[in-house]
């Protein structure tokens, strides 16, 4: 079987766009937070905000993803874009060596600010820097080496360069076309939300280098954003001191 190459990311980090590209590669059935879809919507949906009227898919569990996962895999290469909050719960090394595992990391400034505009009454559990921390050391100590991480800041800057040692670093070719594509819908990666996350993704047309984004006053945001944003931060600083530096 073939180990999945997987991206643990954060809401809001620039992830869908990385997940875009390896689509355009062709080589790779690719995967959209698929543990994501089972843990807001599957039969036994665990995000915090959950209510009565929410939205569950019969048939769909984190077990399910999982084993359409390895069979996937068993036919070929797979990548998945995921967030590691959703699975805090099920790690354990048989789980985890299935998995090539990679990070990608973003400013908790720019990501909880703009998950706050879009859900205002998030829950901290959705933010995710603490699961992703706890997660990467989980994997340094099991495999003695700790896996490569890339932030959105840098791939954003120089996305060629960036994406070029992270295939390195997960043992794929580089593939320099992969960066580009049309503008359009993106029906393969909006099953949450209407696709509302993905606006600047349909209108884009691939992962071009753009100027390193000032750094977000947190001081001006609501109170609980702050909040969160103080309990983050450590977290964030911890997988940066281990990024892939271009």
């Not at 600047?200 to 944003?229: C, F, M, W």
Request: charge should be negative; charged fraction near 25%; aromatic fraction near 10%.
């Amino acid at each position: 079987m073939n180990k999945i190459v997987a991206l643990w990311a954060v809401p809001r980090s620039t992830s869908t766009a990385f997940e875009w590209m390896m689509r355009q590669r062709g080589d790779m059935t690719c995967f959209h937070e698929p543990y994501g879809e089972a843990w807001y919507q599957g039969e036994q949906p665990l995000w915090p905000r959950l209510t009565q009227d929410s939205l569950r898919t019969p048939g769909l569990t984190l077990d399910s993803v999982h084993r359409s996962l390895l069979e996937a895999a068993g036919a070929g290469p797979v990548f998945i874009k995921d967030f590691p909050h959703y699975i805090d719960h099920i790690w354990n090394e048989a789980f985890l060596s299935n998995f090539t595992h990679s990070f990608l990391i973003r400013d908790p400034a720019k990501t909880i600010t703009s998950i706050h505009a879009k859900w205002p009454d998030f829950h901290e559990k959705e933010v995710g820097f603490a699961e992703q921390h706890q997660l990467f050391d989980v994997l340094t100590e099991m495999n003695g080496t700790a896996p490569p991480v890339i932030d959105s800041d840098d791939l954003l800057e120089d996305p060629e360069r960036l994406v070029k040692l992270w295939c390195d670093a997960v043992d794929i070719p580089f593939i320099a076309e992969a960066l580009s594509w049309e503008p359009g819908a993106r029906d393969e990666v909006s099953w949450w939300d209407g696709g509302s996350f993905h606006a600047n993704l349909r209108n884009s047309d691939g992962l071009k280098p753009q100027p390193r984004t000032e750094y977000i006053e947190i001081e001006e945001a609501p109170k609980r954003v702050r909040d969160v944003h103080a309990r983050a931060v450590k977290h964030y600083r911890h997988l940066h001191s281990h990024r892939i530096c271009p």
